[in-house]
């Protein structure tokens, strides 16, 4: 077992190494691809300095692009660094790479082609095909103690309908982040404070757990998600108010999939439905908008108003617009910083709630 233990920090330490460099060439790569993105006319105006001299500036878009590239160059280059010897390993991770790079590259399509709403909401169940059809793990679930005498049994396998479930998680983790957004900051914001809370949860259940495949389950989800979170930081480090670079769909797309991905293959994806916790509530207030019963605008954004510089809700279906109707008008730095710290409260929460509901499983 002690052997075990270190070969994972072993594996971990060398995986947060390489992410650090990953960190500075995304940082230093950002500024290059701007150029050219710019030059292919892809640019998008800021929509919340409408009417202000930073609203007619050019802001260069799809810069997820850039980070999803250094993401994949850092997760194939892991497997040369990898030290635990388990041959299930590889197929997995490799079809897991395989439905990430489909999604970036299905993103930026529509960041380039602007693909329909209907169309857009499909791609990730496309992108998801490799790792529905690579799946080898089980399909079963655990049933909480509580519920065990209605259900009759303790876990339950739900075969092809377990496979089902995992294409939607796929496509809810991808676009309920595309949704969450119009701030400068917030798509990527979402996602660090999202991908720092799954790195935490990794860890805890790595230290709490004896059993090997449990252990190795929860590092295969660390080598991928700190490759995330050390892209997405140097990516924030642009698009934090006020933006200098827009991230597209190609990056909500790349973050959304690459944490359903973890989800799945590290059998936590109950968990990570608690992490996406704003996600879920946006989703559910933006029913009648997707669902076409109301009319669905192609930017659903709160008022800005130039002259005092804050913004105001709108009755559009978004908790942006539900939060500052709730507390007030408010600019447009503060509004990300609040709704970030309210993404951090969800996963506190998260992390209380497993605490106390430990005794319904096992
Ligand atoms: C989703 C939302 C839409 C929201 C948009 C903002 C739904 C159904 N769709 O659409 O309501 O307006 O994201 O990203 O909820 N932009 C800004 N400031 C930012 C980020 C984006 O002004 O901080 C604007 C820019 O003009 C940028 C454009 O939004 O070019 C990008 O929008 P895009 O990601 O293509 O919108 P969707 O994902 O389709
Ligand atoms: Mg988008």
């Known amino acids: 077992h002690h052997e075990i233990d270190q070969d994972l920090r072993k594996s971990i330490l060398t995986n947060a190494a390489l992410c650090v460099a990953g960190f500075f060439l995304t940082q230093r790569m950002i500024p290059v691809a701007s150029r050219y993105v710019s030059k292919r006319g892809l640019f998008g105006f800021d929509i919340n300095k409408k009417g202000t001299p930073q609203g007619d500036v050019k802001v260069p878009e799809s810069l997820g692009i850039v980070v999803g590239i250094v993401f994949l160059v850092l997760a194939i280059l892991f497997q040369y660094f990898n030290f635990t010897s388990d041959s299930n390993w590889l197929v997995e991770y490799n079809a897991a790479l395989a439905s990430i790079c489909f999604m970036i590259l299905l993103g930026f399509v529509d960041d380039v082609l602007d693909v329909p709403w209907r169309v857009k909401l499909l791609l990730p169940s496309i992108a998801a095909l490799p790792l529905l059809m690579a799946y080898a793990g089980h399909t079963t679930i655990i ?30 983790c991808t676009n309920s982040i595309n949704i969450h957004a119009g701030l400068n900051g917030l798509e990527v914001g979402q996602t660090v404070v999202i991908a720092s809370a799954i790195v935490i949860h990794n860890l805890m259940q790595i230290g709490a757990s004896s059993d090997p495949e449990y252990k190795q389950a929860h590092a295969f989800s660390i080598y991928l998600v700190q490759p995330l979170l050390a892209t997405s930081l140097a990516l924030l480090s642009y698009n934090w108010f006020p933006s200098s670079v827009f991230v597209g769909d190609t990056y909500t797309y790349f973050a959304g999939m690459t944490m359903a991905v973890v989800g799945i ?15 879920v509530l946006n989703f559910l207030l933006s029913l009648p908008q997707l669902s076409g019963y109301v009319k669905c605008p192609r930017h659903r954004l709160p008022r800005f108003n130039p002259e005092t510089g804050l913004l105001t809700g709108t009755r559009d279906g978004t908790l942006i617009n539900f939060y500052l109707r709730i507390v007030g008008p408010k600019s447009e730095k503060s509004l990300c910083i609040h709704l970030l710290f309210v993404q951090a409260l969800g996963c506190c929460f998260c992390f209380m709630l497993r605490y106390f509901l430990a005794g319904w499983y096992k």
């Open 265 to 279: 293959l590290g059998h936590y994806s109950e968990t990570l439905l608690i992490f996406f916790l704003p996600q």
């Open 143 to 172: 049933i909480p103690k509580p519920l065990v005498s209605y259900v009759g049994q303790e876990v339950l396998d739900l075969g092809w309908v377990y496979k089902l479930y995992m294409g939607l998680l796929a496509v809810f």
